[in-house]
């Protein structure tokens, strides 16, 4: 069976962008820095692969002299999270950037939210009370 393994972006400064990401619960699962290559590689998320569960993969290069333009073919990451608005709120008291507060999805009913990670990447919240992966309530 194959399996959903991760997601690579390039961040511009490491630090930032691991500080966002544990506003939304996420830890480091491992890192492996490549001196040869002048890059280090976090993997973040909830849980690991061996969990069944897909990473976030964080690329940061070091000689990297300015901020990475992400292109328009990027859309969101999307994460199921309990309460949508109690997020938000962490993710702002944090300094992070809320893009559309927490309210019900267009012409629907399921909460959401979206943010932006300190690169711009847009990370969508949607509220999982229970934990489950159901689809939007419209």
């Known amino acids: 069976m194959s399996t959903y393994l991760h997601t690579m972006i390039r961040v511009f400064d490491l630090d930032r962008s691991l500080a966002f990401y544990r506003l939304l619960g996420m830890h480091e699962i491992r890192r492996c820095e490549v001196r040869e290559g002048r890059y280090t590689l976090v993997y973040i998320g909830y849980a690991d692969n061996a969990q069944g569960q897909a990473e976030i993969e964080l690329t940061y290069n070091w000689d990297q002299k300015t901020p990475y333009d992400i292109g328009n073919?990027?859309?969101?990451?999307?994460?199921?999270?309990?309460?949508?608005?109690?997020?938000?709120?962490?993710?702002?008291?944090?300094?992070?950037?809320v893009t559309r507060e927490a309210g019900p999805v267009k012409f629907g009913k399921t909460i959401i939210a979206f943010l932006a990670d300190p690169d711009g990447y847009k990370v969508e919240l949607i509220e999982r009370p229970d934990g489950t992966e159901k689809e939007f309530k419209f």
């Open 73 to 97: 073919g990027f859309g969101h990451f999307a994460l199921g999270v309990p309460n949508v608005s109690a997020v938000v709120e962490k993710v702002r008291e944090g300094g992070g950037k």
